[in-house]
């Protein structure tokens, strides 16, 4: 059974951590909570047309959480195990997209600003 997923519901959001901030910065790379049906050319295609970025690559991976404690292993097959999916994007060259400076970046040029006229 295939689900239709459409761009807006392939992505839910960016990953925020200090490994996916240092990925962003140096190696052009994104690090986004997919959806757990979505596949690779999904992935791709939703950032390329939400973005206008063009994509080399896509990693992905499956997360496991357990909301049970690690003493419980036995238990482990109960639902209260969640997987999230997670795409490592590779941009292509040229193609820069900064989704951790963005929300700040008005704030930051007033604060620069101000600074300036003190």
């Known amino acids: 059974m295939a689900i239709k997923?459409?761009?807006?519901?392939v992505i839910k959001g960016p990953?925020?951590?200090d490994k996916a901030y240092k990925l962003n910065q140096k190696s052009n790379q994104l690090?986004?909570?997919v959806h757990p049906f979505a596949n690779k050319p999904q992935i791709k295609d939703a950032i390329e047309k939400l973005f206008n970025v063009k994509v080399k690559e896509v990693r992905t991976l499956i997360r496991k959480?357990?909301?049970l404690r690690a003493t419980q292993k036995k238990y482990?097959?109960?639902?209260?195990?969640?997987?999230?999916k997670v795409a490592y994007v590779t941009l292509a060259e040229g193609y820069t997209?900064?989704?951790?400076d963005?929300?700040?970046?008005s704030q930051s040029q007033e604060l620069?600003?101000?600074?300036a006229d003190a």
């Open 31 to 33: 690090v986004l909570q």
């Open 97 to 100: 997209l900064n989704l951790f």
């Open 76 to 84: 482990n097959a109960l639902p209260g195990i969640k997987k999230n």
């Open 112 to 115: 620069q600003q101000t600074k």
């Open 65 to 67: 959480k357990s909301s």
């Open 15 to 17: 990953v925020i951590s």
């Open 102 to 105: 963005q929300a700040g970046a």
């Open 5 to 9: 997923l459409t761009w807006y519901d």
